[in-house]
């Protein structure tokens, strides 16, 4: 059964760098989604994406973000300056037609 | 905007009992609702969905209900099982809107 996959399952860095977390969606999905889990709250909305443009971002999702489908088969989240509050599970979801969205295993983004 | 909220953060069942979980959500405007299972470690699964224009959904063991009288969701498992034991998230989507809302998640326990 196809999965979404994303790429690493756990990052560390230190405040102030940049992170790329990497997804590769189901591949014959359009829409494309980033969320994230902060350790032991609920699980929120950052971003969507069709058709190579943002169709959808939350408040969280400020100048710091920026996403990109740089291939075919790639979704990357970039965070260009973490700071701290930014440690979280990051989940990446596709679908193909805009309901039921599935999800990748995440990333364990953690800020020192 | 949306919230989604549980009744209760945890329940705990014996095995072989019915589960339910209530959840409860506030935009009328909300007309596609899911419920997910997180288990330990990874992503939120997809166990089911309901449009607004359904009051019941049925599948392998877990029924959906939806009053949209009252703006409540629950989710009944059968005959719960060890593997049942996870998170489950209510989750809402605005019509026309793409992200999801997470409710807080309710932490099932089976009970052997």
């Known amino acids: 059964e196809p999965e979404v996959t994303q790429t690493p399952s756990h990052q560390v860095t230190q405040m102030g760098q940049e992170v790329i977390l990497r997804c590769v969606p189901i591949s014959n999905h359009l829409y494309f989604y980033w969320y994230r889990q902060i350790l032991g709250q609920k699980v929120e909305f950052l971003v969507s994406?069709?058709?190579?443009?943002?169709?959808?971002k939350s408040e969280i999702f400020d100048d710091q973000f920026s996403v990109e489908r740089p291939d075919g088969s790639n979704f990357t989240l970039k965070i260009r300056s973490t700071k701290l509050e930014d440690s979280a599970m990051y989940f990446c979801?596709?679908?193909?037609?805009?309901?039921?969205?599935?999800f990748g295993p995440g990333t364990r983004l953690t800020v020192l | 905007g949306e919230s989604v909220g549980l009744h209760l953060p945890t329940l705990s069942v014996q095995e072989g009992d019915n589960s339910i979980i209530n959840c409860a959500y506030s935009?009328?405007?909300?007309?596609?609702f899911i419920w997910y299972k997180q288990e330990s470690g990874k992503g939120p699964q997809f166990i089911i969905d309901i449009r607004s224009n359904m009051d019941k959904r049925q599948g392998q063991r877990v029924t959906v209900l939806l009053n949209k009288t009252v703006k409540h969701l629950s989710l009944q498992i059968a005959a719960t099982q060890p593997g049942d034991s996870a998170v489950y998230f209510c989750?809402?989507?605005?019509?026309?809107?793409?992200?999801?809302?997470f409710g807080q998640g309710t932490r099932l326990t089976i009970n052997p």
């Open positions: 935009n009328s405007a909300s007309d596609y």
């Open positions: 979801a596709s679908t193909s037609w805009g309901a039921e969205q599935f």
């Open positions: 989750v809402s989507r605005l019509k026309g809107a793409q992200k999801l809302v």
């Open positions: 994406f069709y058709n190579n443009e943002i169709s959808e």
